[in-house]
């Protein structure tokens, strides 16, 4: 056996992600039940749980730990389970025998007790029927009245002409959406990736309209906040000194609301951009054909689903820029606000050097006066000295010896001063003069 170096930790998820969630093989007249639940994010494992839950009554083998999709026969019906990361999928598959494809729902084969115990909420919920296509096309009129209450239908030649879909895009009495599917030529196979498409597409599309309501709350948040930034940088232009520091506190206030704000909006607007080119694409894979007088899933997202999105992309962009906007101002009015700080620190530091000069001079004429004060108590104390000399005869002139002990003193005194200064430069200390 080779030994090969050690996998990568993520090696073996990265290779089965590629293959998640596969379409199921559906053949012959089929109908199903698919709901979805918002759950937490990240994965919660409540939903892995109720499935084993499931499986147990039936005596089925549960799905593996950390599973993200799981189908099984439990006669009574067949379960698909699928986990994404907002929403836990559950599509619940019966045959048709005959009848109305949408009473019995294919879901009133569930347990109802263990249906009521499912996390999370629900979010999309639609009924799904395969039915294979007769000799004669359906009439539409006939379609809208039996079962769909009359509304305007929305459909198309799908796959080459190997099938026809339609729906009507709406909730009806049960709180389900509908959709038929029409087979003509598919193989099981081609059948389940399909019905897979159509399923995706109702809960894309669904996914995405959650962030219409965000962006319509956040519409006159943003003008206030735009009023708000637009009085802030109108009073920048007349402002004082004093009054410039209490208008950046203003819009650091207005910046720390925004940015909040785009924290809790940027990922719902991520998403729903994610969610709506998921659904452009799925209606794109199911090649369309026209049918007479009905629109196609293509016309009903660009005529209903595309301008909820352009809000929300106007929105989010409006957001954006507001939030730079604001980053601009903040950045102009501290430079303002630095300008003027500097200006200020300018005039104490001119202050403090018009006082360091008077204090220089002073310090100088201080130095002279210590000078002409020690020079005259030394002469002073020679001129005593000279006439103790005096006195006892020695014929010392104590007037000539005070005169020639002035510039002496007054010398020795000035070098004093000097050595000083010096000694205190050596030290680090500014001189006294």
Not at 58 to 66: D, I, L, S
Not at 139 to 167: E, K, M, P
Not at 382 to 397: C, H, K, Q, S, T
Request: proline fraction near 6%.
């Amino acid at each position: 056996m080779i030994r090969m170096p050690d996998n990568h930790a993520q090696r073996f998820q990265i290779s089965h992600e590629v293959h998640a969630r596969p379409p199921e093989p559906i053949s012959g007249a089929v109908k199903l039940s698919c709901i979805a639940l918002t759950t937490n994010w990240p994965y919660s494992e409540a939903d892995l749980a109720v499935v084993a839950d499931l499986t147990r009554r039936y005596g089925a083998t549960p799905p593996g730990p950390g599973a993200k999709h799981y189908s099984v026969d439990l006669k009574d019906f067949r379960l698909v389970w699928e986990r994404h990361t907002e929403f836990t999928r559950y599509t619940f598959i019966i045959p048709l025998k005959s009848g109305d494809p949408f009473s019995p729902a294919a879901i009133e084969s569930a347990p109802p007790e263990w249906l009521a115990a499912l996390p999370g909420e629900l979010i999309v919920a639609t009924h799904a029927a395969i039915l294979p296509a007769g000799k004669e096309a359906p009439r539409h009129d006939q379609l809208t009245d039996q079962y769909f209450s009359g509304n305007a239908l929305i459909g198309a030649g799908i796959a080459g002409g190997t099938g026809t879909a339609i729906t009507d895009f709406r909730l009806h009495a049960d709180g389900f959406s509908r959709i038929l599917l029409f087979n003509n030529d598919m193989t099981p196979w081609h059948t389940g990736r399909i019905v897979q498409r159509l399923l995706e597409i109702e809960t894309y599309r669904i996914m995405a309209l959650l962030a219409l309501p965000v962006a319509q709350a956040l519409v006159p948040r943003l003008s206030g906040w735009e009023a708000e930034l637009s009085e802030i940088t109108a009073a920048m232009t007349r402002a004082e000194v004093d009054d410039e520091a209490k208008l950046l506190n203003r819009l650091m206030a207005l910046e720390a609301a925004i940015e909040k704000s785009h924290t809790e909006t940027q990922f719902r607007f991520g998403a729903a951009a994610a969610y709506y080119s998921l659904v452009r694409k799925r209606i794109e894979e199911l090649r369309e054909d026209r049918l007479s007088d009905m629109q196609t899933f293509q016309e009903f997202t660009d005529r209903r689903l595309a301008p909820a999105m352009e809000t929300c992309q106007s929105v989010a962009g409006r957001q954006s820029a507001l939030s730079e906007r604001v980053d601009r101002a903040a950045q102009l009015l501290s430079a303002k606000v630095d300008k003027a700080l500097q200006m200020q620190n300018r005039q104490i530091l001119e202050s403090m050097n018009t006082r360091a000069e008077l204090q220089l001079r002073l310090q100088q004429t201080v130095e002279g006066l210590s000078v002409a004060a020690i020079t005259y108590y030394v002469v002073g104390v020679i001129g005593y000295l000279a006439g103790g000399l005096a006195a006892m005869g020695l014929g010392v002139d104590p007037k000539l010896v005070m005169g020639i002990a002035v510039p002496l003193a007054a010398g020795a005194a000035i070098a004093g001063v000097i050595h000083t200064r010096r000694e205190l430069a050596k030290r680090g200390a500014p001189p006294p003069g």
